[in-house]
């Protein structure tokens, strides 16, 4: 008996179902529009992340927030100075927003029932100036100074970053960088110099000779090619 009842073949119930439902040409028209208006939706999004907006308040549903992405300016500040980073505006940014980022907040706007604008990124310097994606991530403001995250993407940076950008953190830390920088070069110069025994006192000339050349290349490079501090250019559009 068991061997005369034919296997259910789901396809065909689907298509079944599908038929009882109405035309094709009918279900299709149905999807174009519905895929329209989501990629509306979806073009809106963009041209909002690449606009500029002075907006610095979204009406959240204050319950439906995870608090692990919530940020107050101090904080962004901080991380931005110990890492080098820009917290700049999401119109500077000079690469195409990955589909999951418009996806992200899409969803976010139909959860909150709400419309995004003041769109920051916290990025590295060179994400705003080339076609980058070192570890971008959005924030979308809240109020009284306090950012959601709404998405990170892109690479991780380097693991030694906050070390290689230290002596960039403001001017004692450069300063200092170059006092150690002339220490190291003046303890391997020879004990005999020109010919001369090299005492305590030349030996201290000698390290303010290096580190006054430490510090007319550091200052040479950094007016040419337009630097600046850490904590001068972590909000900055100017300076690199």
């Known amino acids: 008996m068991m061997m005369l009842l034919k296997k259910t073949n789901i396809h065909e119930k689907l298509i079944t ?5 109405g035309t094709i040409s009918d279900q299709l028209e149905t999807v174009r529009l519905l895929l329209a208006k989501e990629e509306d939706k979806r073009i809106v999004i963009r041209k909002k992340l690449y606009s500029k907006s002075e907006k610095n308040f979204n009406a959240f549903e204050f319950d ?26 999401s119109h500077l940014y000079k690469v195409p927003f990955p589909e999951e980022v418009i996806t992200q907040i899409k969803y976010l706007e139909k959860q909150h029932q ?18 980058r994606y070192d570890d971008p991530i959005l ?29 960039f953190r403001n001017l004692p830390n450069l300063l200092l960088f ?33 580190f006054k050349y430490w510090c007319a290349v550091g200052l040479y490079y950094g007016v040419s090619h337009g630097k600046n501090f850490n904590i001068n250019i972590w909000n900055s559009n100017f300076g690199g």
Request: hydrophobic residues 45%.
């Open 17 to 21: 179902k599908r038929s009882n439902s």
């Open 64 to 89: 439906l927030l995870k608090t692990e992405r919530i940020f107050h300016i101090k904080q962004i500040k901080e991380t931005c100075i110990e890492y080098r980073l820009r917290f700049l505006d």
């Open 114 to 131: 709400i419309q995004l604008e003041g769109f920051k990124l916290m990025a590295p310097s060179k994400v705003f100036q080339l076609k």
């Open 139 to 167: 924030f979308a403001p809240i109020g009284n100074d306090y950012y959601y995250l709404i998405h990170k993407w892109g690479n991780d940076l380097h693991p030694l970053r906050k070390w290689l950008v230290l002596p």
């Open 178 to 210: 170059f006092m150690v920088v002339s220490f190291i070069c003046s303890a391997l110069l020879p004990d005999k110099f020109y010919g001369i025994e090299m005492n305590g006192t030349m030996k201290f000339v000698s390290f303010l000779f290096i």
